[in-house]
């Protein structure tokens, strides 16, 4: 197996254009856009090629954009479970000394070259993109340039693989603003999905207050009702966000709300399926999810529905029979490399080896 930094280039015969059709696991406030891309052409990567490419990827890449003061920091801390400032390195692994970094985060500048690693969670590669809703021409073409650039690349560990670009519900009077239609009017993604996070949900709390007290209710009766009325302002915007953005030319492919994460311990599961559903390589979407560590039922449900269930329908369907290393190896794909070795005795004692093995007889 080759190294993780290798850049070994995708031969074009790799890529093809054959639909899939991949079941929705999305939470209920995970909402799937209508296009399968941006640019509203799927790409998959042949089956055995993918396998063979997947393997020399090790670190899952992501592009976190959006406003100024729109959550970003705090939502890769909680994906990655830690209140530390990430690491930063250049283009080329060069780690850039932490008085740098110090003085760069203070200023609010950011290089989207740059990569952000946290030591909770090295899995993860981040970039973040400077708020470009108050920039020049050259911050928006060098973001532009960038996603472009990264989507299509031939090295295979410089791709980007999801993009998360948030609106704060702070805002919720500018949902969005003409920077951001200008985004998903002019930046083509191709195959890489992008995902609208809204951020700072809580801030929906005050205005729904706000309501509920200038309908005539008392305090007491308001704060009863606070929590309804804040869902009810949410689906009001994210309809009045979706309606501006899925006319766009490049529209996002999902929506997903994601609240409280400035508080440690915030769930990140929706946000984490989303993303993973929203991808059209199977080996993409396990590389997400034996990444994160948001949970580890996360990784039970798609080794079962993704794996275990295709398994199960091929042999009662066509009377294959099936291979039990290659299932063991293929469900514990789903899992963290560290959790691997424990769940190998625990999958040979398990009903689910069990069931593998009455469906090899089948």
């Known amino acids: ?51 063979k490419y997947m393997a020399n990827i090790k670190q899952f890449r ?3 954009m959006g406003r100024a003061n ?18 930063i390195f250049d283009g080329n692994r060069n780690k850039i000394e932490s008085n740098i970094v110090r003085g760069m985060l203070e200023r609010g500048h950011h290089n989207i070259e740059h990569e952000l690693v946290f030591s909770s969670n090295p899995g993860f590669v981040f970039h973040d993109s400077c708020g470009f809703e108050a920039g020049s021409a050259g911050q928006f073409d060098e973001m532009k340039n960038f996603v472009v650039d990264r989507a299509v690349t031939a090295s295979l560990r410089m791709r980007i693989h999801a993009i998360w670009f948030c609106i704060p519900m702070t805002d919720y009077h500018r949902t969005v603003t003409a920077a951001e239609q200008k985004f998903f009017n002019e930046c083509d993604t191709g195959h890489v999905p992008v995902i609208v996070l809204l951020t700072k949900t809580d801030a929906l709390h ?10 005539g209710l008392d305090l ?8 309804e009325k804040e869902r009810e302002l949410l689906e009001k915007w994210l309809a009045h966000i979706k309606g501006i953005l899925d006319n766009c030319k490049f529209p996002p492919k999902a929506y997903v709300s994601v609240q409280r ?30 990444t994160q560590q948001s949970s580890i039922a996360l990784c039970v449900e798609y080794a079962v529905k993704r794996t275990l269930r295709a398994k199960m329908e091929l042999g009662i369907k066509d009377g294959l029979l099936v291979n039990v290393k290659d299932l ?16 190998q005795v625990i999958l040979y004692h398990s009903n689910v080896l069990w069931l593998a093995c009455l469906l090899a007889r089948m």
Not at 37 to 50: I, V, W
Not at 206 to 215: G, W, Y
Not at 331 to 339: D, E, R, V
């Open 1 to 51: 197996m080759r190294d993780a930094h290798d850049s070994t280039p995708v031969p074009a015969s790799a890529v093809t254009s054959n639909p899939a059709s991949s079941p929705a696991l999305v939470a209920a406030e995970a909402t799937a856009g209508e296009e399968s891309t941006s640019s509203g052409a799927e790409y998959h990567l042949d089956p055995e090629l993918a396998r």
């Open 62 to 64: 992501i592009l976190i």
């Open 70 to 87: 729109a959550g970003k920091t705090t939502i890769l801390q909680r994906v990655c479970n830690t209140t530390d400032n990430p690491e």
């Open 206 to 215: 005050l205005a729904a207050m706000e309501e509920l007290l200038d309908s």
């Open 220 to 227: 007491g009766e308001a704060k009863t009702k606070a929590a």
């Open 261 to 290: 994460m400035h508080e440690e311990g915030a769930d990140c599961v929706a946000l984490v399926q989303c993303t993973t559903n929203a991808m059209n390589e199977e080996g993409l979407q396990r590389l997400l999810i034996s």
């Open 328 to 343: 063991e190896r293929e469900l514990l794909w789903w899992f963290p490399s560290k959790y691997v070795s424990h769940l």
